[in-house]
């Protein structure tokens, strides 16, 4: 059977175990629940295992989703959950990693360099990417595990709440802090570029 763009269609199709909607399926969800495990556990076979994991429990009780969320999201509440029970198995973490909203990154950071107007090449830099990504990855876990769904996976703050068993104004406050934690992390970096820029010679490049 032709698999459907129709969400609803797609949803039948998997219930009925259709091996090319299940293909699609993990064709479509793969990598953005591959990120979101890694960021949690930062162990690529981990990770894998967590999605492999996440597919099975998924298409074996297809039947329990009820469709009130797409299924990108319910997906990734799957994904999630198995990591973090990963997570406590191996011991890797001693702090929860969506606990409480106090601390971790309020208040503004001091002495900012101010990136935000960066010319686009300069963003799209490969070493600039790079020095983004290992930024992410180094923030308290209840911050990376936000920002990542909501900025690098493009989910809503419905769903990412959705996902994590938030309510959307700890969604919201934990981007925030997110963001905050995310460009004092990089000024640092902007700013010592910047003054190695100044110390070269006229012409040089």
């Not at 198995?89 to 001693?94: L, P, V």
């Not at 208040?107 to 090449?121: A, K, M, V, Y």
């Not at 830099?125 to 920002?147: G, H, K, Y």
Request: aromatic fraction near 6%.
């Amino acid at each position: 059977m032709k698999v459907t763009d129709s969400p609803a269609e797609l949803l039948e199709l998997l219930r009925h175990r259709d091996p090319e909607a299940c293909a699609r399926c993990v064709q479509e969800h793969w990598d953005g629940l591959y990120r979101l495990a890694l960021r949690i556990l930062k162990d690529p076979q981990e990770a894998e295992d967590t999605v492999q994991e996440t597919f099975l429990n998924a298409f074996r009780n297809i039947d329990t989703f009820q469709g009130r969320s797409s299924i990108g999201t319910w997906l990734f509440r799957i994904a999630y959950n198995t990591a973090l029970m990963r997570l406590r198995k191996t011991h890797r973490e001693t702090v929860s990693v969506e606990g409480s909203d106090s601390g971790d990154g309020e208040g503004e950071p001091l002495e900012l360099f101010d990136f935000s107007n960066l010319p686009e090449e300069e963003v799209l830099n490969r070493e600039v990417q790079d020095q983004i990504q290992a930024a992410i990855q180094d923030a308290p876990s209840n911050l990376r595990t936000v920002f990542a769904l909501r900025e690098v996976e493009g989910l809503s703050t419905a769903e990412t709440a959705e996902v994590l068993g938030l309510s959307e104004e700890a969604v919201k406050t934990r981007l925030h802090r997110g963001r905050l934690w995310l460009r004092q992390r990089l000024s640092r970096y902007f700013a010592e570029r910047e003054r190695l820029a100044g110390d070269k010679p006229n012409g040089a490049r």
